[in-house]
């Protein structure tokens, strides 16, 4: 079992959760560190890890999951939460989970995950066949449906004892082996369980959705026009009705729109064509109105300054 203890930026804590599970896109709600990795170990096929984290949104799309091999593609990721509550996202529907309770989500298709209070769950992946053995050849290729298993139901429960029973301090005794054996077979039963899976909430309005979006898109650099009023009169919904979209999906616009512009600086700060503009020059141009503000932000989204990134670039 390998044990890591890491507080990060988003920046950092992307990198470390693409390197240890699966690329994705965070964003913090409170802008502090993303979380922690307490403990990380692989058994044969099954990757577990002990996490805190802050609230937060992971979003895994399409270019995140053409990333990885087919392997892994091929398998589930699975949250037995100790602490906290969210939501996850998968093909528009929506399944709210709390303590106790675990979530599934297939690698095969987009997903999100909200985590809408601090909380400390446990983290594995594994090959999708192991909770679909009994399954008929003809449905072996098709993906996973999202699903949460209930902390009342015993399957639940017994994962959460079995995980919280095994060595977590760096050690891997003979008992911890056999449970990586035994653990697939436990998120088999908690998946196809008898109890209720909480209630599919449809996204709301996509093409209300798909509208903002696109409007933050075009009017990026524009630090005078981009807001959230300005928005919601150009796509024909009230200010109100506008956060609620965001708030759906665990979101704020206006983080979404610092998101997109501190991204949007990165890049140029990066590019070798920007290469002689000035750090305030290009935070103008990224609808930023205070340089100053600007390059604390940007070292907090990404533990450097915009001076530091152009010069390890």
Request: hydrophobic share 40%.
């Amino acid at each position: 079992m390998e044990n890591q203890t890491q507080g990060t930026s988003a920046h950092a804590w992307e990198r470390l959760l693409a390197d240890r599970f699966v690329p994705g896109q965070v964003i913090l709600d409170d802008g502090g560190p993303g979380g922690r990795l307490e403990q990380h170990a692989k058994f044969n096929r099954l990757w577990l890890a002990q996490l805190s984290v802050r609230p937060q949104s992971i979003t895994h799309a399409v270019p995140d999951l053409g990333t990885l091999s087919a392997e892994v593609r091929a398998s589930i990721v699975a949250h037995v939460v100790v602490e906290g509550d969210g939501f996850i996202e998968q093909n528009g529907t929506r399944l709210s989970f709390g303590a106790g309770d675990i979530s599934f989500r297939n690698l095969a298709e987009p997903s999100r995950v909200v985590f809408k209070t601090p909380g400390s769950f446990y983290a594995l992946r594994l090959p999708a066949t192991a909770i679909r053995l009994h399954r008929a050849d003809h449905a072996r290729y098709r993906p996973l449906a999202p699903r949460i298993a209930r902390g009342a139901a015993l399957p639940a429960e017994t994962v959460r004892r079995a995980l919280s029973g095994m060595a977590m301090d760096g050690s891997c005794g003979t008992a911890d082996f056999y449970m990586s054996f035994a653990l697939p077979w436990l998120l088999a039963a908690a998946y196809h369980g008898d109890s209720a899976p909480a209630p599919a909430i449809r996204a709301g309005n996509e093409l209300r959705w798909q509208q903002a979006l696109d409007y933050v898109e075009q009017h990026l650099y524009d630090a005078d026009v981009l807001s959230a009023v300005a928005c919601a009169q150009a796509i024909g919904v009230s200010e109100r009705y506008l956060h609620r979209l965001f708030a759906q999906r665990g979101l704020r616009f206006s983080r979404i729109v610092l998101a997109k512009r501190l991204e949007a600086a990165q890049a140029m700060l990066q590019c070798e064509a920007y290469r002689e503009q000035a750090i305030a020059s290009i935070a103008y141009q990224c609808g930023f109105k205070d340089p100053a503000h600007f390059s604390r932000l940007f070292k907090e989204r990404y533990g450097v300054s915009p001076r530091n990134c152009r010069t390890n670039d």
